[in-house]
């Protein structure tokens, strides 16, 4: 596994838990949905989780890939800066 990049902010344990959760069903397609009944919580607050999360996680990739492949381990990607 590879060093995860370092966050603009921790993520909070409700944070944590939903990212942990939503990288791990990610292949059996899991969906806040499903993730919310798991966590005894909303879908609203499980999508929350997720953004507030990927906010705090630098690079360019749609939210819940770069949420996903921090929590892994790979590469969040960030587009080169232009160049004129």
């Not at 939210?63 to 080169?80: D, I, K, M, S």
Request: proline share 7%; with cysteine; net charge neutral.
């Amino acid at each position: 596994m590879t060093e995860r990049v370092e966050l603009s902010r921790p993520l909070t344990p409700a944070e944590e838990r939903a990212v942990a959760l939503m990288s791990q069903g990610w292949s059996q397609g899991l969906n806040c949905q499903h993730l919310g009944e798991i966590l005894g919580i909303s879908e609203r607050t499980v999508r929350a989780h997720i953004k507030n999360a990927g906010a705090k996680i630098p690079g360019d990739l749609p939210l819940q890939h770069r949420v996903v492949n921090w929590y892994r381990g790979g590469a969040t990607w960030t587009f080169p800066p232009e160049v004129d």
